[in-house]
């Protein structure tokens, strides 16, 4: 299909903004909707590309975006109104500058009816190949939201093309296949050459030498949520079936989005909650009223474990699911959040030990140390609660044993805190009792400086820092030593504490690690 022949359907509203005559004979092959900043990665030689531009915000946006385009033999971009009004002139200049059909479409007429209709006539009439690709093609894009999942656009595919396929999630889980399921070895193989890469498509070879083609599902930020995994090689298969890919990609990825969705808020109250007793900031009452949102008993004992693994590309989703996996057994409640950069999980009915969870758990660990690789799990476990008002200790116990987690292997666990530094010892605590603890200290002190405009805290943290040797205090603080005399001896007064001695020196000396240095 040539440009022109786009341009003489009226019902697609397309008209010409910049082109040279000879440039609307290229044949246009596929379409694509795109608004990211750099869409390279997305696109294929013949493509016709729509965007409403919202990338665009000066000519660097401009040339950025179209070169992206050049690159891959875009044939064209149509650029919507609706949001920029009148297409920039220095949209214009770039894709003169790179030589790509410019074209405009009608704000009646949507982006879809223009891909449908791309998609559904693209190749020859007379292909039945082809005419079966946009059969398919439609068929999925019709699918989406209907409630058959991902399972059934796979299982459409799979009956059309007798391609086995799987989708594998961000977490690590398998959660749709047809033909014959991956082996643990398999999907290691995925997960592990995926991970941080920035590849768009990926052969990889399993253990029996068969190749599997595997694409990394994005969103609109570029955040891998899965990957579409197909046996073969994609780089033999003809055009119709690369194309009914990238559809099967677009729906898979819509799927994958709302459940990812519906999981974020039914975890927000979990979430909530963990942060509460990170924070130390419930009642005993709260805490019973939040562990029965959340599914717990609060009249039976407690467990908090903490993971992470020492590579950031890891998904911490990934994480959660692989504690949640190992941890989860008949009688036990289990919820978990995903905090960032470590994920914290709650177990409700737990009858057994630190001890005894992990030999239970390490049954069920060899498929989350084929997905670890060379890396390292590290997991703490807190003691059983007897009481709700231990809740926020159990989470400050289990993450401070993650963090001092020390052993061969790939999953590490620790039962027992052993901290290496004073910070080590404060990350203990509850932030309510560090927090406390230091302004119980330094309240005269930061009282003093706001009245007076002074900044004893600061002199107090020089002079610890240089082990109490007055010329270097005052030097580092650019005051005479008798300066920094008469500042220390008011430090004393108001805190009625003498810095002479070790044991005020280091009280303040901790009470400073818990508030922001002024630097």
């Not at 000066?58 to 992206?68: C, D, H, I, L, M």
């Not at 044939?75 to 200049?93: C, F, N, Q, R, S």
């Not at 400086?449 to 603080?477: C, I, K, M, N």
Request: aromatic share 6%; charged share 20%.
């Amino acid at each position: 299909m040539r440009v022109l022949d786009l341009l003489d359907r009226a019902e697609l509203g397309l008209s010409t903004v910049w082109a040279e005559p000879a440039m609307l004979e290229r044949d246009v092959k596929g379409s694509y909707i795109v608004d990211l900043p750099n869409p390279g990665k997305f696109l294929s030689e013949g493509d016709l590309v729509l965007t409403a531009a919202i990338w665009a915000t000066g000519p660097e946006s401009a040339e950025t975006y179209v070169s992206a385009l050049a690159v891959k033999n875009v044939a064209v971009l149509v650029v919507g109104t609706i949001i920029v009004g009148e297409i920039p002139d220095y949209i214009v200049a770039a894709c003169r500058a790179r030589g790509i059909v410019l074209l405009t479409v009608s704000q009646d007429v949507s982006f879809k009816a223009v891909t449908q209709y791309i998609e559904s006539t693209v190749a020859s009439a007379d292909s039945a190949g082809t005419s079966r690709s946009g059969n398919v093609t439609r068929t999925l894009l019709d699918g989406i939201g209907s409630g058959t999942g991902a399972q059934g656009a796979l299982r459409l595919f799979y009956e059309e093309f007798a391609t086995e396929c799987w989708l594998l999630e961000s977490g690590g889980a398998v959660s749709a296949v047809v033909g014959t399921a991956p082996s643990v070895d398999d999907v290691a193989a995925v997960w592990n050459r995926m991970l941080g890469s920035a590849e768009t498509a990926v052969v990889v070879v399993d253990g029996r030498g068969r190749p599997a083609s595997v694409w990394p599902i994005v969103t609109e930020t570029v955040r891998s949520i899965g990957y579409l995994v197909c046996a073969g090689d994609h780089r033999s298969w003809p055009t119709d079936l690369e194309r009914v890919v990238r559809t099967l990609l677009l729906v898979v990825r819509v799927e994958l989005e709302l459940a990812a969705n519906k999981r974020e808020a039914e975890q927000a109250q979990a979430i909530e909650f963990v942060q509460q007793l990170i924070s130390d900031t419930l009642s005993p009452g709260e805490a019973s009223a939040r562990l029965r949102l959340v599914g717990i008993d609060p009249l039976l004992p407690v467990t908090a474990i903490a993971a992470q693994v020492d590579d950031t590309d890891y998904p911490t989703r990934a994480v959660l699911d692989a504690a949640t996996s190992l941890l989860a057994a008949p009688g036990r409640v289990v919820i978990g959040c995903d905090l960032g950069d470590e994920a914290v999980v709650l177990l409700g009915g737990v009858t057994e030990t630190p001890e005894e969870l992990i030999a239970g758990a390490e049954a069920a660990a060899d498929r989350q140390r084929a997905l670890l690789g060379e890396r390292h799990l590290r997991i703490g476990v807190s003691e059983r609660t007897l009481s709700l008002s231990q809740l926020s200790s159990a989470v400050g116990s289990a993450r401070a044993r993650m963090r001092s987690a020390v052993g061969e292997g790939a999953i590490v666990w620790s039962t027992r805190s052993t901290p290496r530094s004073y910070e080590a010892l404060l990350e203990m605590l509850p932030d309510r009792v560090r927090v406390a603890f230091g302004r119980s200290l330094l309240a005269p002190l930061i009282d003093y400086d706001v009245r007076h405009g002074s900044d004893l805290v600061q002199t107090l943290r020089v002079f610890l820092d240089a082990s109490g040797a007055w010329q270097q205090a005052a030097t580092e603080l650019h005051v005479h030593v008798n300066t920094l005399r008469y500042r220390i001896g008011r430090i004393e007064d108001l805190t009625q504490r003498d810095l002479s001695t070790m044991r005020d020196r280091v009280d303040f000396f901790l009470a400073l690690a818990t508030v922001p240095s002024a630097d």
